[in-house]
């Protein structure tokens, strides 16, 4: 049996499976709640995973590795604000979004959010769909690119042949099975990536001498790619890029693709039990990531593009079906995040638009199929996308991740811990954070050393969000409401204790 | 230098993993023994 056709039985059993679990989630698809939350039922180690793999795309295998390769030991300020990202979305963010989503039976982030401002002219459901759409249309296409250059980089196939393959699969089980056979998926592609970023970092090095001949060859090359500040050192562009390596955990706090996995959980025990399984998976993601990457920079050193660090180890330091293994990963990293945009654009257009706003009227199964058809609609355009002349590249993915993130997360924060948040600072916040994020990369990142959209998006959501709240009445019964829901939550670090009548609940 | 790399990179790197893990380990302690009641049913 020749190399390339181990890898592709590996791949045909890989995707082999995907399509099963996509014809074994379909049987929960035939209305809106079961194709986009997967009725709510699902246990802590599947959010879990489908959270982690969802954050972590293919940037994570070819970007992240890069980023190792690139700057060295810098690049663990990644993993720093990723691993609190994730936890701080599970000790503090998760349950209180279960309860309140829970309270309302809301299906999208959009719908918690118009019944959290009490919002019946739908502006806040309008904002969300056109920011969401805009956003995961060119991030899904990012991630088809990656698919093509996969195919490409282990297998010498056409990049086209790539692209189509990989959407192909995808859209077939998020289509046919939606929301569970989306997690479910996740879930399996998120074990496939935990074990290869294990295992890569340890055989890299194994084949750079050991610790201290890989750090050795590191060094030799440049000392500074060894140190925290980099070969850019205390610089205000050192600390910008800092600044902006940690920010991109922020959006963990409350990308609506994140959030979606917590509103699915079966109830708030497990999200307790998936803390745990996520923070360690993280850790192992991002650390695995970047210390390949290093191991990569002693092993094979002067590569003009970084990003091909981990095709390149995976099959030079693997045999074959190793190397089929690691393509496979590549299209987990890819396919657990296209999927989950897709649907999640889908859900903005038939529950958000279509349901709630134009046909309240249509019944759930017509409704499902809507869904699916979107669904279609949306990964088809997606593919000519990637097929285009300009083929989007990876710092889309962070700039598509930061707009989403910085629409949401400050609205969804001031939302949850915050009861004096009104309808129009929620509406101003997410049009500020995305409108900031967008002018910024547009027209002022190259003048500030570069930072990452992130952090003025982020900061222009806040600013708007509690500004114009300030200034403005929240909805009536909004305060009880929250009141009453931190009550049940109850603290991250104590006991809940239910108040006595007449008792301010602990918040 | 401290196994070939410095006290400020080992630094980095125990945080970027230690500080997730140090809240995620009080936050279970906190909750462990929580009786199912307490928690939010669908």
């Known amino acids: 049996v020749t190399a390339s056709a181990t890898i592709v039985g590996i791949l045909v059993a890989y995707l082999a499976i995907l399509l099963a679990i996509g014809v074994w989630g379909g049987r929960g698809s035939g209305d809106v709640k079961g194709y986009y939350v997967a009725g709510k039922k699902l246990p802590s180690w599947v959010i879990a995973f489908s959270s982690n793999s969802t954050g972590e795309s293919a940037w994570l295998l070819l970007g992240l590795t890069g980023m190792g390769y690139l700057v060295g030991v810098h690049a663990f300020w990644v993993v720093l604000g990723e691993v609190l990202g994730v936890t701080l979305a599970w000790v503090f963010v998760a349950r209180p979004f279960k309860a309140y989503t829970d309270r309302y039976d809301s299906v999208t982030v959009p719908d918690f959010l118009a019944d959290r401002f009490r919002d019946r002219s739908h502006v806040l459901r309008l904002v969300s769909a056109f920011i969401i759409l805009s956003m995961t249309a060119a991030y899904t296409a990012a991630q088809l690119t990656a698919s093509g250059k996969a195919f490409s980089a282990f297998l010498g196939a056409e990049y086209t042949t790539g692209v189509l393959v990989g959407a192909a699969i995808v859209l077939f089980y998020t289509t046919v099975g939606g929301f569970k056979a989306v997690a479910y998926s996740d879930l399996l592609q998120g074990v496939l990536m935990f074990l290869c970023l294990l295992l890569l970092p340890i055989v890299g090095i194994a084949a750079a001498g050991g610790w201290t001949a890989m750090l050795d060859s590191v060094r030799a090359q440049d000392p500074l790619l060894l140190e925290p500040m980099g070969t850019l050192g205390f610089t205000p562009a050192g600390v910008a890029s800092v600044a902006g390596f940690v920010a991109i955990g922020v959006a963990f706090l409350g990308a609506p693709q994140l959030l979606t996995r917590f509103m699915a959980a079966r109830d708030t025990r497990q999200i307790t039990h998936g803390s745990l399984i996520a923070v360690l998976c993280i850790i192992v993601f991002d650390v695995g990531a970047v210390t390949a990457g290093i191991a990569g920079r002693a092993l094979y050193p002067g590569l003009a593009d970084p990003e091909t660090i981990y095709p390149l180890m995976g099959s030079e330091l693997f045999p074959a079906v190793f190397t089929g293994i690691f393509l496979v990963v590549v299209l987990a990293a890819m396919m657990s995040t296209t999927d989950s945009l897709l649907i999640l654009a889908s859900s903005a257009v038939v529950r958000d638009v279509l349901q709630k706003v134009i046909r309240p009227d249509l019944p759930q199964r017509t409704l499902a199929r809507y869904g699916k058809a979107t669904t279609v609609v949306l990964g088809t355009g997606a593919i000519f996308m990637a097929l285009g002349e300009v083929r989007v590249i990876f710092w889309f993915v962070l700039f598509a991740w930061s707009g989403l993130a910085c629409a949401f997360t400050p609205v969804v924060l001031c939302a949850l811990f915050w009861k004096r948040t009104t309808r129009a600072g929620a509406v101003a916040g997410m049009v500020a954070g995305f409108v900031a994020t967008v002018a910024w990369v547009l027209f002022f990142k190259t003048g500030f050393y570069e930072l990452y959209e992130m952090i003025p998006g982020f900061l222009a959501g806040l600013l708007f969000t509690v500004g114009v709240s300030l200034v403005t009445e929240p909805p009536g019964g909004a305060a009880e409401e929250h009141d009453a829901v931190w009550a049940e939550v109850g603290p991250a670090f104590r006991p809940a204790v239910q108040p006595s009548a007449g008792e301010s609940p602990v918040v | ?42």
């Open chain 2, 1 to 42: 230098m401290l196994a070939g790399l410095s006290l400020a990179s080992w630094a980095l790197i125990l945080v970027a993993v230690g500080a997730g893990l140090a809240i995620e380990i009080a936050f279970l302690r906190a909750h462990r023994g929580r009786p199912p009641s307490e928690d939010h049913p669908r």
